[in-house]
């Protein structure tokens, strides 16, 4: 795998830039900018300072103007900053000027993502899926000023040797490992194709989200036994499948992926067969983190990825999670404007979105403290039964003679 970018042996220091357009006010471009340096830290990258500029549209040449470009790095000199991240995916041609204009690594958005997902890989399957989709990257972007396959002579995950740097070599050497992971890849899939269809006839249910609303917690509780859970984007990666008996019914839970704003198309792509998971899943549990400020914003990209991944029709239940630690913001009731949705108490947003999501049903729960879980638990099993009656309706008899009951 390919190494996340370090910079003088010490830990990245940067710098944040976002541009407010047509299509995104001051407001937005604040909360991408708080969700980027959150991003940031979990690659231990710690922010400097935000930049942002207001254009209609990004500059074909160097996303920003040449003026604010000149300001940055007038700035970056000045304070010793290593690198600076960009909020979008820059093009190629931009990249290079960049790092021409700069004279320092740029990253964009997906390429610190990528970072992220090296880091957090820990299975053979997903280290290899997240090399795939670094190459894919990195194929149209190589320069001589900032190539990486100087470290990858010796093999992936070598530093020895002087490398091969012209850059035609270098696009073979990528377009080769690229065929050989896809293969090793293709041959995984059959593998993972296969073990999905010998878990039987149970329903099977998968746990989607965007990334840290409680997802790995959510499972803990519910199959009572460890899932890796951390305050962190991307805490893992692979798949983790569960299974889950209530009163007389077992079914499989897994987890996959967290989902976010602008994930990488190169790692939903390479991500094909853990993504199957929830594809071939009866039900979903789309988990919401209520105490985020967008979670509305959250709701709608996880909304809008399961579209793109080929999983939109599939039947959910929302799972407003975190509700312990929500806290309405103030609101005065003689100001003019209209009620936030920050603002909500929590009743009023059970009221609001119950009444919202025609077709989908909703339960607010706390995964951590356990609110609720008795009554996810009774609605889990409802749906559940539904759907396996629907299945192996000859069953139906001597399985469900009775209405589900808490278990101890």
Known sequence: ???????????????????????????????????????????????????????????????????????????????????????????PAQQRNIEKELAK???????????????????????????????????????????????????????????????????????????????????????????????GKLVRVAVVGYTNVGKSTLMTVLSKSEVFAE???????????????????PFLVSDTVGFIRKLPHQLIESFKSTLDETREADLLLHVVDISHHNFEEQYETVKQTLNEIGAGDKPVIVLFNKIDAYRPAHFDPDDLAPKRVEQYSLEELKETWMARMAGEECLFISALAKGNMDGLRKLLYERVKALHIARYPYESDLLFKDDYTEQS
């Open 105 to 199: 690594p740029v990253l964009d958005r997906p390429r610190l993502i990528l970072d992220i997902f090296a880091r957090r890989a820990r299975s053979a399957h997903a280290k290899k899926q997240v090399e795939l989709a670094q190459y894919e990257y990195m194929l149209p972007r190589l320069t001589k000023l900032w190539t990486h396959l100087e470290r990858q002579r010796g093999g992936t995950g070598t530093r020895g040797g002087a490398g091969e740097k012209e850059i035609e070599t270098d696009r073979r050497l990528i377009r080769d490992r690229i065929s050989l992971l896809k293969g090793q890849l293709k041959d995984i899939d059959k593998q993972m194709a296969t073990q999905r269809g010998n878990r």
């Open 1 to 91: 795998m390919i190494d996340p970018i370090e910079i003088k042996g010490k830990a990245e220091r940067a710098v944040l830039i976002g541009l407010i357009t047509d299509d995104q006010d001051a407001d937005h471009v604040k909360e991408y900018l708080d969700e980027l340096e959150f991003l940031a830290t979990t690659a231990d990258i710690r922010t400097l300072k935000r930049f942002t500029q207001r254009l209609h549209r990004p500059d074909g040449r160097t996303y920003v103007g040449s003026g604010k470009l000149a300001e940055v790095k007038e700035w970056m000199t000045a304070n010793d900053a290593d690198c600076v991240i960009f909020d979008d995916e820059l093009s």
């Open 231 to 249: 305050n962190k984007l991307f805490a893992t990666l692979d798949t983790t499948v569960r299974k889950v008996v209530l009163g007389n019914l």
